[in-house]
């Protein structure tokens, strides 16, 4: 039995329109986009889950906000509210404003990685992942067994193998690790949380070898959130609490501000100790890269909405009505017997596309496979997380095999209604009835040599 919906804590004030293309419309779209979902134009998509990145819907205050944005190239006062705003919610003495969460690996990155140089994450996502490599290092994956079972639902399975990461930093040599980056939520793994107790035993693996720990933290609220529901002695914490908690472990944060900061456009990077010798270079980078160093690319007015979406983003009303979105679409596919990435977690369903097409070999992409038939059944858009994302081995060539083949229902925040989830639901029942009959995928017909699933285009497998 679904589960009820939790009702959203706020009405509806300016609408956007939608509407839906004929099957043979839409199957003449996919094609035309080489069957790659980032070809299709955003009016030929009826409901668009590819990312919750920069697609969230803005409160009135932050539009309200929007009109107070003080454009001064340097000093700006929108410049100085979003400082103390992530100086209060994550306890950081620096905090540098980027356009995106890729400015802030871009800036930070290269400081401290280089050829020869290794990055361990729980699991990168993917432009992370390629600025690691863009720095010459070598980013390396540690996530606990458990995250590689969608079916098994195991509390917190996005944390770090903190076993593995110190056999892997004497393995490497700790010299030679340049950084380890923890993901909150942790997205390639299905937006699954990491655990407080996670998040203090790798800060304790990087004081004992003296590496620096970043947190990625595009989601560092909804990881909250689930550290209050789950972990034990935190039920009766406030979120912001917790969120400090969580920040005090590491010593810098590269954060995409497109998520959890609810806005369209930004990004920060935080420091911890403001008197560290990172804040030069950090400010060095910026200012060639983004812009200068109180507004890093992004207008006044953006980082007046950030500043007040990051306090929204950690109020409990709305982080309950979020994930119970998650809960009630999981809670149908349950129904329907689809697996998915299991506990849901923070922005979006992660469907298990193996387990839809047993068949199918990942070098035909089940993921992606199974993003196009919603396509092709409700004008539904969505992405794949698995062989196809991953790519090619960069040393190699070759096809790497994904340790998952998801499709990922990423849901923007503040967006979509309940009746938009049944029309998902429904869809993803419909082509479950008829997966046996999908006996082939796609192969690729050309590909850019870093992140190809942006550009590349694929044929049906033959
Ligand atoms: N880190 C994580 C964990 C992310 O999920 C993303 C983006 C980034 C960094 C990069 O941030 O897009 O602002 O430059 N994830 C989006 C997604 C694109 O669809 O999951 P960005």
Not at 102 to 131: C, Q, W
Not at 350 to 359: E, G, N, S, T, V
């Amino acid at each position: 039995m679904a589960i009820k919906y939790v009702p959203e804590p706020f009405r509806i004030k300016v609408v956007e329109p939608l509407r839906m293309l004929t099957r043979e419309e839409r199957e003449a779209k996919i094609k035309e986009a080489n069957f790659n979902v980032f070809n299709l134009r955003g009016e030929d998509c009826y409901i668009d889950l590819l990312t919750d990145s920069g697609t969230n819907a803005m409160s009135q205050n932050q539009w309200g906000g929007l009109m107070i944005g003080d454009e001064s190239y340097a000093g700006a006062n929108s410049y100085f509210k979003l400082a103390e705003a992530g100086k209060d919610i994550f306890n950081y003495g620096y905090i540098q404003p980027v356009h995106q969460g890729r400015a802030a690996e871009k800036v930070v990155f290269p400081i401290l990685l280089g050829k020869g140089k290794y990055a361990i994450s729980n699991m990168f996502f993917d432009t992370t992942r390629a600025h690691v490599e863009l720095a010459g290092a070598r980013a390396i994956d540690c996530v606990v067994e458990e995250a590689k079972d969608p079916g098994k639902r195991a509390k917190f399975k996005g944390n770090m193998d903190v076993v593995g990461l110190e056999k892997l930093i004497n393995e490497l040599g700790p010299e030679n690790v340049g950084l380890v980056v923890l993901t909150v939520t942790n997205n390639s793994a299905g937006g699954q949380p990491v655990s407080i107790k996670n998040m203090r035993e790798t800060s304790d693996i990087c004081k004992k070898y003296n590496i620096l720990l970043d947190i990625d933290s595009a989601r560092f609220a909804e990881n909250a959130y689930f550290i209050k529901r789950d972990e034990e002695g935190y039920a009766g914490k406030p979120i912001k609490e917790i969120v400090r908690e969580m920040f005090s472990y590491a010593d810098l944060f590269t954060m995409s501000a497109k998520k959890d900061g609810i806005v369209n456009m930004g990004g920060l990077i935080g420091v911890k100790d403001a008197d560290t010798p990172l804040l030069l270079p950090i400010r060095a980078n910026c200012i060639s890269y983004e812009g200068f160093f109180t507004y890093g690319g992004l207008n006044g007015r953006d980082m007046e909405a950030l500043a007040i979406g990051l306090y929204e983003s950690i109020n409990d009303d709305y982080l309950a009505y979020r994930i119970g979105q998650m809960e009630y679409i999981a809670s149908k596919l349950d129904d329907a017997g689809i697996v998915y990435q299991s506990p849901v977690g923070g922005h979006g369903v992660f469907i298990d596309a193996q387990h839809m097409f047993p068949d199918l070999p990942y070098y035909e992409f089940p993921g992606q496979t199974l993003a196009i038939e919603l396509y092709k059944e409700a004008g539904i858009r969505c992405c794949d997380i698995g062989s196809y994302m991953l790519g090619n081995d960069p040393d190699t060539g070759e096809q790497l095999k994904s340790q998952f083949e998801f499709t990922r229902l990423a849901i923007p925040r503040r967006v979509y209604t309940q009746a938009h989830f049944d029309v998902v639901t429904d869809a993803l029942v419909a082509i479950k009835e008829r997966a046996h009959s999908i006996k082939r995928g796609y192969r690729i017909t050309w590909e850019p040599p870093i992140l190809r699933h942006f550009q590349a285009r694929l044929a049906p497998a033959e």
